[in-house]
Nanobody, 116 residues
């Protein structure tokens, strides 16, 4: 049973932009925190950006000023707008949703590759 569906990854040249989307299934309720993580080959999974139900955001220092996280509560969707992409942004990007009563869910991951 698919709970989170991610899309928007791909190959882009340095300096380009991508927009990631993650939508939760209708069976998921009371979503609190929504976040994006990324994992490069051989490295740990790190937090990229997060957004609370009230709209407060937080970003990793490496993406501040370039990435923007937003959410549409009615659509149960979180977005990650990535601008001025760098080769070091290359990774598999995962969304994570934390709910009040149903625990946390992870997306399947979407590959982002930035060529120099």
């Amino acid at each position: 049973q698919v709970q989170l569906v991610e899309s928007g990854g791909g190959l882009v040249q340095a300096g380009g932009s991508l927009r990631l989307t993650c939508t939760a299934s209708i069976s998921i309720f009371n979503i609190n925190l929504m976040a994006w993580y990324r994992q490069a080959p051989g490295k740990q999974r790190d937090l990229v950006a997060s957004i609370t139900s009230g709209g407060s955001t937080d970003y990793a220092d490496s993406v501040k000023g370039r990435f923007s996280i937003s959410r549409d509560n009615a659509k149960k969707t979180v977005y990650l707008q990535m601008n001025s992409l760098k080769p070091e942004d290359t990774a598999v990007y995962f969304c994570k949703i934390v709910t009040t009563w149903q625990g946390a869910y992870w997306g399947q991951g979407t590959q982002v590759t930035v060529s120099s």
